[in-house]
């Protein structure tokens, strides 16, 4: 990684989708739970809505270069966390849970830690 910034800032978001998958360690991997569960539900919330606001912070440059991911999507979600929270359809999150924080847990680390 050429920017230390954009490192920095990939380290952060790293971190939270390991939040995010230990939360579901922790509570298991029924959606049921995960819907009714408000501390389950609001954790991956809360970890969701800081990868988006980590996400804003990366260059353009960055951004442009590594769209293997789609930035806006990730930086959108956080803005419905925050605007939506009382409206966020479980579902989508758990969807996003499973599918979306995984790859991107994936992508980061290669990333950071490859030697290419």
């Known amino acids: 990684m050429n920017n230390s910034k954009d490192a920095s800032l ?6 939270h989708c390991e939040a995010i998958i230990a939360a579901q360690k922790r509570f298991g ?12 539900f609001n954790s991956v919330c809360m970890s969701l809505l800081q990868i988006g606001e980590l996400a804003n912070h990366l260059s353009a440059e960055f951004r442009t270069k590594h769209n293997v991911l789609s ?3 990730i930086i959108g979600l956080r803005n419905v966390v ?25 992508y980061c680390a290669k990333l950071l830690f490859s030697s290419e």
């Open 10 to 15: 990939l380290k952060h978001i790293l971190k």
């Open 29 to 40: 991997q029924d959606f049921e739970v995960f819907a009714k569960d408000t501390d389950y």
């Open 71 to 73: 930035w806006p999507e």
């Open 82 to 106: 925050v605007h939506g929270y009382g409206q966020l359809d479980a579902a989508i999150v758990w969807a996003t849970l499973n599918e979306d924080v995984p790859k991107l847990l994936q």
